[in-house]
């Protein structure tokens, strides 16, 4: 039987752990699909709606610091003042750096400028700024707006009023009445406010933006501009780029994959690019996914630990209730056994005494007859509970069958094994429950016999039983020993 019940436990055990892989297998696999297709649903977002929303969001703002300059710089150029100015022979300089100061304070540009085609003088609020020549490369602007087709261009330069400060420029013909040039005149913002701009996008949306020219040279950036000069791919992008196109394109730098928006703002000649970490958009994902996987783990763990705890309880259970007798809670016959082998072949000094005890209840089954058997059910349990306050803990107590019981008594001798049956038939007897349940005394019979010479403890046990029988043929109630 205990061959069978450790079979039952092992089995129990394995299919415990067939269903915890089961379990992690599902659960994984649940959870690593989803995962790809949140991660790919993140890229393809990434991709497709949130680089190019900031790319127009970004396409949108520049363009509107960009109209501020060019209404300012429409009026100036459509100003009768500075017309007249201009064909009077520029004579009162105070009256043009006034002009320019107050369209600098007034519409809160970083610069405000007139470049005479007759005098070649540089005019800005604070005087003259110097003298123009073809020949000096930071004037080439002013002959490239004097021979256009449009009235004005847009461009971002270094202005050199402005410490050479990175500016918005735009540049707007002057003419005189009859359409002739006199010169270009306009204002200059910073931009300082779209490179603020740019890092607001980049915390908003955690992405890097940055405007490119022609020449592959970063001119303003929310980011490490060395970082970016020295991207060959985004070069390469750029050098085959189609100004009229608006594309997304993906690249790898550093093992890392990265996405790019990359679109052409006309008015400044420029290139806007908006680039994102994709590993940035599926970390979180992929965050959450580890932490899915662990929290699973540490479940399972605990219904693992509870579910063996449980077992172990249920087979502690069973082990008892296949030692244990139902009706009294003794032991039975088959743990009797088990124990009764291990004392009986013992080597042990304190273990050689030995003895048995086989007792039955006087006329059973006239009690059965005559109160039923649910009382007589009752009298053997409280024979039972006597049965155990009168022998010692260590003792094992049997219900053998019926109305038989055993007991296995080690390490005492006979005589005071005797005592203690002698005493077990007082108690029996003296006793209030079964007096009132039958009321009429109870009595019992006995046989003793302690191991002396014999070879086997079934020649034990037989010597016993016929001391018992001896016991009731004697007329009952009596203890043969």
């Known amino acids: ?61 520049i363009q509107r610091d960009i109209l501020k300059p060019n209404l300012v710089s429409s009026l100036m150029a459509q100003d009768t003042f500075m017309i007249k100015w201009m064909l009077n022979g520029e004579q009162n ?36 700024l110097k003298e123009i020549s073809p020949n000096e490369k930071r004037d080439i602007w002013f002959y490239r707006v004097k021979n256009i087709v449009n009235e004005y261009e847009s461009n971002i330069d270094i202005d050199l009023a402005q410490n050479d400060s990175i500016t918005i420029f735009t540049n707007y013909k002057v003419k005189d009445f009859n359409g002739n040039f006199l010169g270009a005149t306009g204002v200059g913002l910073k931009t300082s406010h779209v490179g603020d701009l740019l890092k607001i996008y980049k915390k908003k949306y955690n992405h890097e933006i940055y405007l490119i020219n022609k020449d592959n040279k970063i001119l303003i950036s929310s980011k490490d501009t060395q970082d970016i000069q020295n991207n060959s791919f985004i070069n390469k992008v750029i050098n085959t780029f189609n100004k009229k196109d608006i594309s997304t394109h993906e690249y790898y730098k550093n093992n890392e994959k990265y996405v790019l928006n990359i679109r052409y703002i006309d008015e400044l000649n420029l290139y806007l690019c908006v680039e994102a970490k994709e590993g940035y958009f599926t970390e979180k994902l992929e965050k959450t996914f580890y932490i899915n ?20 309880h249920q ?21 009797f056994d088990l124990i009764f082998e291990k004392l009986f072949n013992s080597q042990r000094k304190d273990e050689k005494d030995l003895t048995i005890l086989i007792f039955d ?18 009298v053997l349990i409280e024979i039972a509970n006597i049965f155990k306050n009168t022998f010692r803990d260590s003792d094992t107590l049997v219900r053998w069958g019926g109305d038989e019981f055993v007991a296995l008594l080690a390490k005492i001798k006979e005589d005071k094994a005797y005592k203690l049956t002698k005493k077990l038939c007082e108690n029996i ?24 010479d014999e070879t086997s403890k079934e020649e034990l046990f037989s010597k016993a039983d016929k001391n018992l029988y001896k016991a009731k043929q004697k007329g009952k109630n009596i203890i043969v020993y």
């Open 315 to 335: 087979q502690e259970i069973l082990k008892d209730l296949a030692k244990t007798d139902k009706l009294t809670s003794l032991n039975n016959r088959h743990d």
């Open 93 to 128: 300089i105070n009256e043009i750096t006034t002009y320019l100061s107050t369209i600098q304070k007034k519409y809160n540009t970083s610069t405000s400028f007139l470049v005479s085609d007759k005098t070649k003088n540089y005019y800005y609020p604070k005087g003259i």
């Open 293 to 312: 996987i662990l929290i699973f783990s540490i479940i399972i763990l605990i219904i693992i630990i509870f579910t063996i705890l449980y077992i172990k």
């Open 361 to 378: 209840v006087d006329d059973f089954k006239q009690i059965n007859d005559k109160f039923g058997h649910i009382v007589g059910d009752k």
């Open 1 to 61: 039987m205990l061959n069978i019940q450790s079979n039952n436990f092992l089995y129990n055990y394995k299919i415990l752990i067939i269903i915890t892989i089961l379990l992690f297998i599902g659960f994984f696999a649940t959870s690593f699909f989803s995962y790809k297709i949140a991660t790919d649903l993140a890229k393809n977002e990434l991709k497709y709606k949130s680089l190019p929303l900031s790319s127009d969001n970004v396409y949108s703002e």
């Open 429 to 452: 007897s003296s006793n209030k429950t079964l007096h009132n349940l039958l009321n009429q005394e109870i009595t019992i019979s006995a046989g003793l016999h302690s191991k002396k």
